[in-house]
């Protein structure tokens, strides 16, 4: 068998919880990481960065798809080749759109296509998951699309979820970072019953109303009572985002991930217009922030 020496990758954004969809759904979004990987001869490791924010990543063996890169070869008991790393940025760093899953899920795939392919794209997933250590990012960012993802009896089990083609997220993007771990550390590590009951009535509700985009659903499912209420605070300007964007006729407001990115569903109709609010909303409070309508990615990542 001869091995490929180069392989492009392509990874979407993905917008993780959803509200009451917490570490169990996101969505995959229209907006990338590209990187290529090229086998050396010589050997070292090279890793160049362009694209917004391209000086914070880091250019050594710690860099995260790297990581993920050598995790898959381990994996298999072989040596990682030495390799040339070029990274273009599409995907803001630590703000709650998946960044670290484009290059868990950037790292494994591009890993296993330089090594012949020996795992299937299950066997990928699962490692995918077990690095980034809950499935809501990886798994979008690998299949593209909405999806769930729960624990079976020997794995996992994933399943599609329907999204109705005129519910469009909208995110606005904040100029300040929020990182995973900081904004999960404010998480109680117990809930009550009742709030337990309050995510999965407002889960279920969640799921019909994107598959109908029955207004009146989405506008109540997009309550939690797990992660939400305890972040908040660590956004500043939430509040006035949330009601801005309701005022101008989103569904709802939740946030993207772990955060600070936050996220407005809302009628194709209404998209605009919500966006607008959202972007002045924060503007008002002395917080810049980039607004994008974007669609869902229904591909997740791609090889060339
Ligand atoms: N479900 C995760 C969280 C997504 O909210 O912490 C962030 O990567």
């Given at each position: 068998?001869?091995?490929?020496?180069?392989?492009?990758?392509?990874?979407?954004?993905?917008?993780?919880?959803?509200?009451?969809?917490?570490?169990?759904?996101?969505?995959?979004?229209?907006?990338?990481?590209?990187?290529?990987?090229?086998?050396?001869?010589?050997?070292?490791?090279?890793?160049?960065?362009?694209?917004?924010?391209?000086?914070?990543?880091?250019?050594?063996?710690?860099?995260?798809?790297?990581?993920?890169?050598?995790?898959?070869?381990?994996?298999?008991?072989?040596?990682?080749?030495?390799?040339?790393?070029?990274?273009?940025?599409?995907?803001?760093?630590?703000?709650?759109?998946?960044?670290?899953?484009?290059?868990?899920?950037?790292?494994?795939?591009?890993?296993?296509?330089?090594?012949?392919?020996?795992?299937s794209e299950l066997q990928v997933m699962e490692l995918a998951i077990?690095?980034?250590?809950?499935?809501?990012?990886?798994?979008?960012?690998?299949?593209?699309?909405?999806?769930?993802?729960?624990?079976?009896?020997?794995?996992?089990?994933?399943?599609?979820?329907?999204?109705?083609?005129?519910?469009?997220?909208?995110?606005?993007?904040?100029?300040?970072?929020?990182?995973?771990?900081?904004?999960?550390?404010?998480?109680?590590?117990?809930?009550?019953?009742?709030?337990?009951?309050?995510?999965?009535?407002?889960?279920?509700?969640?799921?019909?109303?994107?598959?109908?985009?029955?207004?009146?659903?989405?506008?109540?499912?997009?309550?939690?009572?797990?992660?939400?209420?305890?972040?908040?605070?660590?956004?500043?300007?939430?509040?006035?985002?949330?009601?801005?964007?309701?005022?101008?006729?989103?569904?709802?407001?939740?946030?993207?991930?772990?955060?600070?990115?936050?996220?407005?569903?809302?009628?194709?109709?209404?998209?605009?217009?919500?966006?607008?609010?959202?972007?002045?909303?924060?503007?008002?409070?002395?917080?810049?922030?980039?607004?994008?309508?974007?669609?869902?990615?229904?591909?997740?990542?791609?090889?060339?």
């Amino acid at each position: 068998m001869s091995l490929v020496s180069t392989v492009t990758v392509k990874v979407p954004a993905t917008t993780a919880n959803l509200g009451p969809g917490f570490d169990c759904i996101g969505a995959a979004l229209k907006l990338y990481n590209e990187v290529k990987f090229t086998r050396l001869d010589a050997g070292g490791l090279i890793i160049q960065v362009s694209g917004a924010e391209a000086e914070k990543v880091q250019t050594d063996e710690s860099n995260l798809l790297y990581q993920a890169f050598v995790k898959l070869y381990q994996y298999i008991e072989q040596t990682p080749p030495s390799v040339k790393i070029e990274i273009k940025l599409g995907v803001p760093l630590a703000r709650g759109l998946g960044s670290s899953a484009t290059a868990i899920v950037g790292g494994l795939v591009a890993a296993n296509q330089l090594a012949g392919s020996p795992l299937s794209e299950l066997q990928v997933m699962e490692l995918a998951i077990a690095m980034e250590g809950h499935p809501d990012n990886v798994v979008p960012a690998l299949l593209g699309g909405c999806r769930l993802a729960a624990t079976s009896l020997t794995g996992w089990e994933i399943c599609d979820v329907t999204w109705h083609r005129d519910i469009v997220p909208v995110v606005a993007i904040p100029d300040f970072e929020l990182s995973t771990s900081e904004a999960r550390r404010v998480l109680p590590t117990e809930v009550s019953r009742a709030d337990a009951i309050f995510n999965i009535a407002h889960f279920g509700l969640l799921l019909r109303g994107l598959a109908t985009n029955r207004q009146e659903w989405l506008k109540a499912a997009l309550q939690d009572k797990l992660h939400q209420p305890y972040r908040q605070a660590l956004i500043p300007g939430y509040e006035a985002v949330n009601t801005a964007a309701v005022a101008a006729g989103a569904y709802g407001m939740v946030i993207s991930g772990a955060g600070p990115t936050l996220l407005a569903l809302a009628d194709a109709s209404e998209a605009k217009t919500v966006g607008t609010a959202m972007l002045n909303a924060w503007k008002q409070e002395g917080i810049t922030s980039i607004v994008r309508s974007l669609p869902l990615d229904t591909q997740g990542v791609t090889i060339s």
